[in-house]
Structure formats: C-alpha cells, structure tokens
C-alpha cells in the first residue's frame, strides 16, 4: 500500500542516454526482469555502492569496473540478487557483462552489473545473456518508464523523477528512477537508483555532487534498519546536451540544486512505498549538538518496533517515543530541556507529560496518513531529519513469503 504516492511524473528523455527493458524469466512471474542504460561514448559516471561488508557479486565488479573504464551500459536484472555466491557470484556477473559487451559492441570492463532479489541464490546466467540480444534491440531514448518497472521487486509502483534547469547556455535535463521498498537503511543507500543528466560534468564534480546529494536524500529513509548487500546509486552525464559544467560555479551549484531534488523525490518514494506502509512519518531532530546525535535520536525512534506499531495502531503512546529519546546514547542529556510534539501538539515538555496535552490531539494527529514526530533537544543549534513508515501486518507477511 503506497502512501499518497502520485502515479509516475513525466520522465524527460535525457539526451544521450537510451534504456531497454526485457523479461529473462529469472523471475518466478511472467514480467520484464531485466534492464539496460545505454550511455553515449565520452559520458562520465559517479557511483556510490553498499557498505554492507557482505556485498553482492556486482558491487565488487562495478566497482572494479569503474576503475578501468568510463561506463557505456548499466546491466540490471531483477528476481536474483547474485549475493552471498562467492566467487561463483563474481564469475557470473564477469560472463554476464562479456556477453552484454559483446552484443552492444564494447569492452566488457565499460558494462556495470547490478542485481536486485533473493540472496544466496546462482544467478541464471544462461537465461540473463539469452535476453539480451533482444534487450540491446529495444534501447530507446523514452525507456525509462518501463526501465522503472523492470527493476522492481517487491515496490508495488514504479519510482521516478525528473527536473530541468534552465541557464543562459541552455537547459539541463535530469532524470532518475529507483526500486527499493523493503530492507531499506541506508548505509549509502539501501535500493537501487539511476540518474541521468545531458550536461557534460567532470567525474570529480559529478562525485561529489552525488554524494551530497544521497547524504541528505537516500541516507535519510528508513524502513526497518536492515541495509541490503547490493545498494547502489548511479549518476551519468552524457554531455549531448548544450550546458557544459567545468567547475564550481553558480551554474553548478543550480545543477547540484536540482540533482538533489530528484534524490529527495525518488528517496521518499520508496518510503511512500515502503513494504505495507500505511503512514509516511517525518522524525526530526532539532537544537542538538550536533548532527550526528540528531541523526542517532532519529534513528532511535524510526527503528523502534513499538512507536512504529503504535503508529499503525494510531495509538498516541508517547511514551513509547519517550523511551527512544532516553535510550538513543546522548550523553549529559538535561531532560527538562526535551520537548516532543506529533505535529504541532506538544506531548512533552520539562521531562513529561505537556500540561495542555489531550489524547484527543494526540490521537487526531496520529490518524492521519502522514505526520512529523519532533524532538528538541534544548542543547544546541544543529538538526537532522529522516522519513520513516510504521510496521504493519502486511510487512510481516511480505517478508514472511518473500521467497515463497
């Protein structure tokens, strides 16, 4: 169940970048599986890959891959995560992109693999490089919608998001879709994404604006606290288009700008459609330290089980967002400074329960679909924001029959 997640936008065609969508039949139903992005010779790449130390197969050959070579084709299949394989895992993610290389005419080191699914199975690579003949034939400028429902895995919508930017020298198109719905805790960020620009941007520029951009969008959600073993963000840069971005100037700054609006609108996507979400929740943070306590005070109360329980009840058990609070490792916390509020009823203030607090407010703020939990912590100016969902029945059951 999808919170107030709008139907896909329209996703501009980035010039210079063309993408394909085909079934392998690596999936156990009858729908397209596997997914290629095309990118124009000269294009740059950025990426940023998991930090689960049990990465899959094609996180360690992309990123080998990206040492070598500028990227021409992006390889993702869906329905096999192609992690905890072992050698055999690297192997097969190796053939898979020597048989792509070979059909679209390039190295093998140019073409990234990726995998989304079940861990700890062989990849079908007969079925894989089978489809792909058929894949390279259907690359096409408007692919992305389709590309977007080819990678997903349990999402029950398909995520994208586009921008452009005007500037003097022309407009900047950016585009960008991802899957991601369940084991989302980002540690880069736990999903797949894949943004595209038709400006020409230096890797350097474009590595660092990419990774600005996921610290503040896809390291932000959570789930379940569970990081995946094949994370990964990809941003390209075709440079067909008529804006060239040569250093950090204004016209960067309004490129990054809208890099990271796309980042926030795909990252809050997959909470919307976080694996039986029934409420988007915003926690912020504020008058903290520094950022990191925030982020850690946040965390603290969008991982609990029991406020997010209490969240699919609609039950206003503040006092389940109270133990969070206390028990999150801040040091020398003064808790008569500490004030918490469901929107803007304030439940607690000087270490308890709020004078004029009813659980009337309380329980109207927390049936609606979406409402900010907020914490000041009366310690200092920094603060820190991260989206969540609440744990409901059917998450369980997704999980529970995910290979089933």
Not at 208 to 220: E, G, I, K, P, Y
Not at 279 to 300: H, I, N
Not at 334 to 339: E, H, P, Q
Not at 340 to 347: A, E, G, N
Request: with cysteine; proline share 4%.
């Amino acid at each position: 169940m999808a919170v107030a997640l709008k139907t896909m936008p329209l996703l501009r065609p980035v010039a210079g970048v063309r993408l394909a969508a085909a079934s392998a039949g690596i999936r156990k139903t009858a729908r397209d599986d596997l997914m290629l992005i095309e990118l124009a010779p000269g294009s740059t790449c950025a990426a940023l890959f998991t930090r689960n130390a049990f990465c899959a197969a094609p996180v360690s050959v992309a990123r080998q891959h990206l040492l070598s070579a500028a990227p021409r084709l992006l390889l993702t299949n869906a329905g096999n995560a192609n992690a905890g394989t072992g050698e055999a895992g690297v192997h097969a993610a190796q053939t898979c992109c020597g048989a792509a290389a070979d059909v679209l005419g390039c190295e093998s080191t140019e073409v990234l693999p990726f995998s989304t699914g079940v861990i700890g199975e062989p990849l079908p690579v007969t079925k894989l490089v089978a489809a792909l003949p058929q894949a390279v034939k259907q690359l096409r400028a408007e692919g992305w919608n389709a590309a977007a429902q080819a990678i997903m895995t349990t999402d029950t919508v398909p995520k994208g998001a586009s921008r452009q930017v005007v500037t003097p020298a022309g407009p900047i198109v950016i585009t960008g879709i991802a899957k991601g719905a369940g084991m989302i805790r980002p540690d880069m960020a736990t999903m797949l994404a894949y943004l595209a620009t038709d400006a020409a941007v230096p890797t350097a520029l474009l590595q660092t604006c990419l990774a600005a951009a996921v610290d503040r969008s896809f390291n932000r959600i959570t789930i379940d606290g569970d990081t995946s073993t094949n994370d990964a963000c990809v941003l390209a840069a075709s440079g067909h288009g008529p804006v060239r971005i040569n250093s950090r100037d204004k016209l960067y700054g309004a490129f990054c700008e809208a890099v990271n609006e796309v980042c926030l609108e795909l990252a809050q996507a997959i909470v919307r459609d976080g694996e039986g979400a029934t409420k988007f929740v915003t926690v912020v943070v504020d008058q903290g330290r520094s950022e990191q306590e925030c982020l850690r005070v946040a965390y603290t109360i969008a991982h609990s089980p029991l406020v997010k329980t209490a969240l699919f009840a609609s039950d206003p058990n503040w006092g389940r967002i109270l133990a969070a609070v206390g028990r999150a490792g801040i040091s020398e916390l003064a808790l008569d400074g500490v004030m918490i509020y469901l929107d803007d009823v304030c439940i607690v203030r000087h270490g308890g329960r709020a004078d004029d607090y009813t659980e009337e407010a309380g329980q109207r703020v927390m049936k609606q679909d979406e409402l900010t939990i907020r914490v000041s912590l009366g310690r200092g100016d920094a603060d820190a924001c991260v989206w969540t969902t609440d744990l409901s029945y059917d998450y369980v059951k997704i999980n529970a029959e995910y290979r089933t």
